[in-house]
């Protein structure tokens, strides 16, 4: 299984009526915090947008646990790999 791509869960988030910021401040963190869970692991973040979309967070987030269900840690270094913005939009000259 692969994670679910950050823009899904944020239309998801944006269908049901909320934000990212409002999430956030209603969980009493700053948006940035709770935006980079998107795509970095942060299990506080993690548990809102889970708890919000009413699902398990290992199921959005499957290579941040175990199959059993526990959290890994540490997180495998994979994790916190940023993929490129533009992946394939290279300018070649």
């Given at each position: 299984?692969?994670?679910?791509?950050?823009?899904?869960?944020?239309?998801?988030?944006?269908?049901?009526?909320?934000?990212?910021?409002?999430?956030?401040?209603?969980?009493?963190?700053?948006?940035?915090a709770?935006?980079?869970?998107?795509g970095?692991?942060?299990?506080?973040?993690?548990?809102?947008?889970?708890?919000?979309?009413?699902?398990?967070?290992?199921?959005?987030?499957?290579?941040?646990?175990?199959?059993?269900?526990?959290?890994?840690?540490?997180?495998?270094?994979?994790?916190?790999?940023?993929?490129?913005?533009?992946a394939?939009?290279?300018?070649?000259?």
């Open positions: 299984m692969t994670d679910w791509h950050p823009e899904d869960i944020k239309s998801l988030i944006r269908k049901r009526g909320e934000t990212i910021a409002s999430l956030a401040r209603e969980g009493g963190m700053t948006r940035q709770l935006g980079l869970v998107l970095r692991p942060g299990e506080r973040g993690e548990d809102i947008i889970a708890a919000f979309l009413n699902v398990d967070p290992q199921l959005i987030w499957p290579s941040r646990y175990h199959r059993d269900g526990r959290r890994k840690k540490p997180q495998p270094p994979e994790n916190y790999q940023s993929a490129p913005r533009f394939g939009s290279e300018i070649h000259a």
